[in-house]
């Protein structure tokens, strides 16, 4: 839903549903960020001069990252109301975004690296935050300690199985529990910040300074648990489309921001009053028994939510990739019919689930995968401030010292964020960086791969001229009916006719001509959605256009089309035909064989075209054909 489309829901209803979609990752950092950043000072060696080193540290991580440079700077970048990382590569001029048949270019590839690492987060998010939630009950009593990851695993899974459902009737429930959860951060801060107020001070930059000027160069490693605390900065600016930009700057600015602030310096004072709580400060904020118990409960609650927020970016990252043809065809369900946001994509699903339960088995705990959590989350980042000065720079035609200036902030803060991460590679950072590769690969050989198929479709039908007179020198009949033939281009005839009528010798006398068009935009415009263009001998061209955030459903779309321009079109008398490729794989292709053998898998492995475009199997023609890319 773009800003066109959220100014008709209220005010206060965009800000719940915001402050239960968007914050939910970021709202549950207190759960483990300042454990882990004063178990990087030393615990029990942590002075308290480091301790309010690490609070100013996560003060001004919050203010710079989140405050100044997404909500100020780059959630100015939308496309037509839509955020994310792949809104960022449609507003990059499209000579920057193209490259030769086959290839990649450096720009929409750094997109796409960001996009992979986006799932790495997506993955590890559900993993860390209920294995944070459900710790507090070995706080509670050290007995539980055993039931952590078994506990964990059952919260998971009945997450995930839910799924299916949508979060149509749960996602109203998310704005209320959030309430009750930044309520309860701002409260328990507050009533411990009012016990040691001076630790108010460490708003102070000084003593972030201190910090690095006492620990020297080795206390940089102190900013790979500092990220923690702005883990879902990216959130905000992903799901930018589902509430508007104002609703979401004034949930941060107003309730959201100080309630965490609030949290991480009650966590401090509470720390600067009892050492011994640096073990678990978040849970020692309220004493043992029943308000641990409670607090563990709405923990959990807000995990399972902020989890929610990084599945459903997941679902809806992997329709962008698909409609802007970097991921195959996946079934795309719709739960609800008043959000268009709300989709489940099931192989999605399975992928992240048996992710999420892999890594609480491996690590079983959540200090052991925070190790891993830091790289995805600050090479997103990275990635993003670089998008941003191509926008600024070659689509809004700011001056370069400007946009360069404005980038050198950005990264004055990501590659140090980045770099202190990187330490943590071989201590879990591996996992992100695989799965991102393994994502990465996925999507860069299935672009090659169908840019490679209508490239050389382009090599072999050059012209309509050129195809047509070979069509009309072998078609011996035209045949009652209508046939409507894909074509993937505009510009050439369908290789699917060309093959029908060189078998067949006949064909229909209505010939509907189809190509389906994924604009750079997230939804198009009912008037730009379809042209109809008039052909020679019975030939009716229609071009039908989608949004990358839409569901490509053409079957209603199409009927509307050949009504208004009085094509025949009687159901029982049209036949849809459909190509589809088989790959010899050999070494001969531009592709080489190992990368045609996958890219061939995943075709094959891909939704069918019919069920993807919602056409009626009953009436679908495939016509193979045999090819080496």
């Known amino acids: 839903m773009s800003e066109t489309h959220a100014h008709k829901a209220s005010f206060k209803g965009l800000a719940l549903g915001a402050l239960g979609v968007v914050f939910g990752d970021i709202g549950t950092s207190p759960l483990y960020t300042l454990k882990e950043c004063l178990h990087a000072a030393g615990h029990s060696k942590a002075t308290e001069a480091d301790l309010y080193g690490v609070l100013s540290l996560i003060f001004w991580a919050l203010t710079l ?7 100020t700077f780059i959630m100015k970048a939308d496309n037509k109301g839509e955020g994310g990382i792949f809104a960022l590569l449609a507003l990059v001029p499209e000579q920057l975004r193209t490259a030769k048949p086959g290839r990649i270019s450096a720009v929409a590839l750094f997109a796409v690296m ?10 590890i998010t559900p993993a860390i935050s209920v294995l944070g939630a459900v710790e507090g009950l070995a706080v509670a ?3 539980f300690g055993v039931a952590v990851v078994p506990i964990s695993c ?13 979060t149509g009737t749960v996602g109203k429930l998310f704005g209320p529990v959030m309430i009750v959860w930044f309520t309860t951060l701002g409260v328990l801060g507050a009533y411990h910040v009012s016990h040691n107020p001076e630790i108010l001070g460490a708003v102070l930059p000084h003593h972030a300074i201190r910090y690095f000027s006492h620990h020297g160069f080795s206390g940089m490693h102190i900013l790979a648990s500092v990220v923690l605390a702005v883990t879902g900065g990216e959130a905000l600016y992903a799901d930018m489309g589902h509430f508007g930009i104002k609703p979401i700057r004034a949930v941060w600015l107003c309730f959201v921001m100080p309630t965490l602030l609030l949290a991480y310096f009650g966590q401090g004072a509470h720390a600067l009053r009892d050492p011994s709580t640096m073990n678990n400060p978040f849970f020692s904020m309220v004493p043992p028994g029943w308000a641990t118990y409670a607090l563990v409960v709405l923990s959990s609650m807000a995990a399972v939510i902020a989890s929610q927020a990084l599945i459903s970016g997941a679902f809806s990252l992997t329709r962008s990739a698909m409609q802007l043809g970097f991921f195959p065809r996946v079934q795309v369900q719709h739960t609800a019919h008043q959000m268009e946001g709300q989709i489940y994509i099931p ?5 992240i689930a048996i992710g999420c339960l892999a890594l609480v088995i491996a690590f079983g705990a959540s200090s052991r995968l925070a190790a891993a959590y830091g790289i995805a989350v600050t090479g997103t980042m990275a990635i993003t401030s670089v998008m941003y000065f191509l926008v600024v720079r070659k689509t809004w035609k700011w001056a370069f010292s400007r946009a360069f200036g404005l980038l050198v902030l950005f990264l004055a803060f990501d590659l140090p964020f980045l770099y202190a991460n990187l330490g943590k590679f071989f201590d879990g950072g591996w996992v992100p960086i695989l799965i991102g590769i393994a994502v990465l690969l996925v999507m860069v050989i299935w672009n090659r791969g169908r840019t490679l198929i209508a490239y050389k479709y382009r090599l072999r039908f050059p012209t309509k001229e050129a195809a047509k007179d070979r069509v009309d020198a072998r078609l011996a009949a035209r045949v009652p009916g209508t046939a409507v033939f894909m074509a993937s281009s505009a510009d050439i005839l369908p290789p699917v006719l060309v093959h029908h009528v060189e078998r067949s010798r006949a ?6 001509l189809l190509t389906i068009q994924i604009a750079g935009d997230p939804v198009v415009d009912a008037e730009n959605r379809y042209t109809v263009t008039p052909l020679d001998d019975g030939f009716h061209r229609i071009i039908v256009r989608f949004g990358f955030m839409e569901e490509p459903m053409v079957l209603p779309i199409l009927e509307k089309a050949v009504r208004e321009a009085n094509i025949p079109f009687a159901d029982r008398d049209v036949t849809y035909y459909l ?4 790959f010899v794989a050999s070494r001969k292709g531009h592709m080489g064989a190992v990368s045609e053998s996958v890219f061939s898998f995943l075709q094959k492995n891909a939704v069918a075209a019919d069920r993807f475009f919602g056409l009626p199997h009953r009436h679908v023609v495939e016509i193979g054909t045999q090819m080496d890319l």
């Open 507 to 512: 064909l229909q006398e209505t010939v509907v």
């Open 347 to 351: 192989q999605v699903n399975y992928f």
């Open 141 to 143: 009593d050290p007995r």
């Open 114 to 123: 960001g996009a992979a690492l986006l799932y790495g987060d997506g993955i």
């Open 65 to 71: 990252v989140v405050t100044v440079k997404y909500l």
């Open 154 to 166: 059952v919260i998971l899974i009945g997450l995930f199985a839910i799924q299916s459902r949508g």
């Open 579 to 582: 190509g589809r490729e088989n």
